[in-house]
């Protein structure tokens, strides 16, 4: 399989814990992107990098989240000290430059 | 700030029915538009991308347009089946670098129900 893949599918946590996740994008592509999606509504944009650079970063993204993506392949998003609003779908994308965006499945954070 | 509206926000129609799904945009400095399907608790396929210079994009039973100038899309499905139940999800990428030209922009969805 080929495409992007995101680790772990699903996470329960309890409130104040951290997590992290994995995103894994398609091998040649150059930019990586995290959203957010939250039940009934369209995924938000939290951040992207191209390579190893975060260019950009949602005000979404609050101190609590940090995304890394050490070597310009494959990228983590940690949440410190989570919340129950954290809780969503958290998606990862990838893309050839300005290109179609790929997206994986997902994880689905649960905050207890 | 680019804002994505999607009519309906719920479509329920008889397998068979071509059916039509609206995407608006306000923001038409775009550098493209995305059609996606989201099945439950998955994530998200593509389903076709049209450039800002294009005005359609074709495949199998599905037909998208473009109109830039008045912020406009539509997702036309012909002959629709139960398997295409599921929600569609209309985004853009802007073409300016200082308003985030990257990002996608998300609409809230159309959820689709196809009855057999």
């Known amino acids: 399989d080929t495409g992007v893949s995101q680790d772990p599918r699903h996470k329960i946590t309890k409130r104040g814990q951290n997590v992290t996740f994995r995103c894994d994008p398609i091998?040649?592509?150059?930019?990586l992107y995290w959203y957010r999606q939250t039940l009934g509504q369209g995924p938000e944009f939290l951040t992207y990098f191209q390579n190893e650079a975060q260019l950009e970063k949602s005000r979404l993204l609050s101190d609590r989240f940090s995304a890394e993506r050490p070597k310009g392949s494959f990228s983590t998003l940690e949440i410190q000290r989570t919340e129950q609003g954290d809780s969503a779908m958290y998606l990862c994308a990838s893309s050839l430059g300005v290109h179609e965006q790929y997206f994986g499945p997902g994880t689905r954070l649960t905050v207890t | 700030k680019q804002e994505v509206t999607q009519i309906p926000a719920a479509l329920s129609v008889p397998e068979g029915e071509n059916l039509v799904l609206n995407c608006s945009f306000t923001d038409s400095a775009i550098y493209n538009l995305q059609w996606f399907r989201q099945d439950p608790g998955k994530g998200l396929t593509s389903l076709l991308l049209?450039?800002?210079?294009?005005r359609e994009q074709t495949s199998g039973r599905l037909n998208a347009s473009l109109d830039k100038s008045s912020g406009r899309s539509t997702l036309y499905i012909a002959a629709s089946q139960p398997g295409d139940s599921a929600t569609y999800l209309c985004?853009?990428?802007?073409?300016?670098?200082?308003?985030?030209?990257?990002?996608?922009?998300f609409g809230e969805g159309t959820q689709l129900t196809v009855n057999p």
């Open positions: 049209i450039q800002s210079s294009q």
């Open positions: 985004a853009v990428r802007g073409s300016k670098k200082e308003t985030s030209g990257s990002r996608l922009t």
């Open positions: 091998s040649e592509h150059n930019r």
